[in-house]
Structures are given as structure tokens and as C-alpha cells.
């Protein structure tokens, strides 16, 4: 799997994964959020990683048509599982954001940074503690709702983790 990987990821560039789903609507940051966090990246020379859920794939041909260049890894191996497909990708990725979700569970791994965005749940309680997982929650914008942490304190803390 990390043979067929290297095939897609080249060594010259920089990653940023996305999982943009959850598998209850409350958990999910508004994909336009995460189009224009994408957005943002790809300007300062970041190609960008997909991992979708069975919920996710209406949204493909919108994050396709934003994205031309974006990477499915899912969509172009076929002898491994999803979740094999995404944890091994994590070798691969500079960071990765994501709601909490299955993905996100998949996407802790030690070898990239991870941002996860929470709204109504617990992020203690569903995030291990790990300095390169960095939650971030919408009470700290005085809500539970999961869209009202801005984009640009997600782009600014991704910057941050980043480096």
C-alpha cells in the first residue's frame, strides 16, 4: 500500500488532508468552509487530499470542480480498504483537518499533525491527547454550533501547527 502511495504522493510536494464529513450533521463544519480553508493552501503551494465517507460523495463533484488537482486516494486505489488507504496516506500529509468523525479517528496517527473541529460533542472525550492533535472547538466562539469557528482561525492554527 505505501509502494502504490509514493506513486501518488511525490516527494516535492506538500499536503493537506481534508475530511470534510461526520456521520451526524451537528459534527460537520459547512464544506464551504472547507473549500475556502483549501483555497487558501493550494495559493500558498499545498495540494490537497480528499477522504470522503459514503455521506461525502454528493459533495465530490463540488470539491472536484473547486479543485481540479485534488487528490481521492480512495477513488484510486482499489486493493486496499478505505481505512487502510487513509491511515497509510497520514505518511504523507503535512496536516490534516477534519470534523470528529470516523476519518478523524483514522487520520490520528503519529506521523502528521491533525486539526479537529468540534461543535456539540466532547473533544476530550472523543480526542487522545496528543501534541499533534490540536482540537478546535466552537464553544470558544460561544456556541455549539460547529460553523461558528471562523475560517480564518481555522487557516491561522493550521499555519501554526504547521510550523
Known amino acids: 500500500l505505501e509502494n502504490k502511495l509514493r506513486k501518488i504522493f511525490t516527494k ?7 475530511a470534510p464529513g461526520a456521520g451526524e450533521k451537528d459534527k460537520i463544519w459547512s464544506i ?14 499545498y495540494s490537497l487530499v480528499f477522504f470522503l465517507g459514503p455521506s461525502e460523495k454528493k459533495i465530490k463533484s463540488k470539491i472536484f470542480n473547486v479543485f481540479p488537482k485534488a487528490l481521492f486516494p480512495e477513488d484510486m486505489i482499489k486493493d486496499y480498504s478505505g481505512t487502510e488507504i487513509v491511515i497509510a496516506a497520514t505518511k ?3 496536516c490534516a ?12 496517527t503519529k506521523y502528521c499533525p491533525l486539526i479537529k473541529l468540534f461543535g456539540p460533542k466532547d473533544a476530550n472525550k472523543f480526542t487522545i491527547s496528543d501534541k ?7 464553544d470558544k466562539f460561544g456556541s455549539k454550533d460547529i ?3 471562523p475560517v480564518n482561525y481555522v487557516i491561522k492554527k493550521t499555519e501554526e501547527f504547521i510550523k
Request: proline share 0%.
Open 97 to 108: 483537518i477534519t470534523n470528529d468523525s470516523g476519518a478523524s479517528h483514522m487520520l490520528s
Open 92 to 94: 504523507f500529509l503535512s
Open 32 to 45: 464551504d468552509n472547507f473549500i475556502e480553508v483549501g483555497k487558501y493552501f493550494e495559493k500558498k503551494s
Open 147 to 149: 460553523n461558528e469557528i
Open 132 to 138: 499533534r492533535i490540536l482540537t478546535i472547538k466552537s
Open 12 to 18: 516535492n510536494n506538500n499536503y493537506i488532508g481534508i
